[in-house]
């Protein structure tokens, strides 16, 4: 399981042009899930990410986590987080997981976040074409692969 997480002052997601879901300051979260992710790589994951602690607190130093920041989360499908370049110029996904493994995973997930975030979590549609907006914080963009845990 692999993410990207962005600190974003705000995001958004629209298909075919209408607004599916928005946020004001918190977490965009990009995630992308292979074959042999499991329930323990979304619970490590989800406690990975509410706790992270990536909002300034008054001193201007990234001290809080989301939950004590009281930001919004916006969790969107991303296969292409497992895209291989190794070969050519044209990405490969044979590592992503299909869709029959992925959506229930992707479900999972986002009801995990739910529960132990007590942050209701907006979402993409899984599979959709979608356009992401979002204004990044900072920047503060990090990478997290469940499967290397650093």
């Known amino acids: 399981m692999r993410v990207v997480i962005q600190r974003v002052k705000k995001a958004s997601v629209r298909i075919e042009g209408a607004v599916k879901a ?21 619970e490590w994951m989800v406690r990975k990410i509410i706790n992270l602690r990536v909002f300034d607190d008054l001193q201007g130093v990234m001290n809080l986590s989301i939950m004590q920041a009281g930001g919004e989360l916006l969790v969107v499908s991303q296969f292409t987080l ?19 493994i992925s959506i229930p995973l992707y479900e999972s997930f986002c009801r995990l976040l739910e529960e132990h975030s007590r942050i209701q979590v907006q979402t993409g549609v899984f599979g959709a074409e979608m356009d992401v907006d979002l204004v990044n914080d900072g920047p503060v963009t990090i990478l997290i692969d469940s499967k290397i845990r650093e």
């Open 22 to 42: 928005e946020i004001a300051q918190g977490l965009l979260v990009l995630v992308g899930f292979e074959e042999q992710d499991s329930a323990e790589d979304l």
């Open 82 to 100: 497992y895209a291989s370049t190794r070969k050519g110029n044209r990405p490969s996904y044979i590592k992503a997981a299909h869709p029959d």
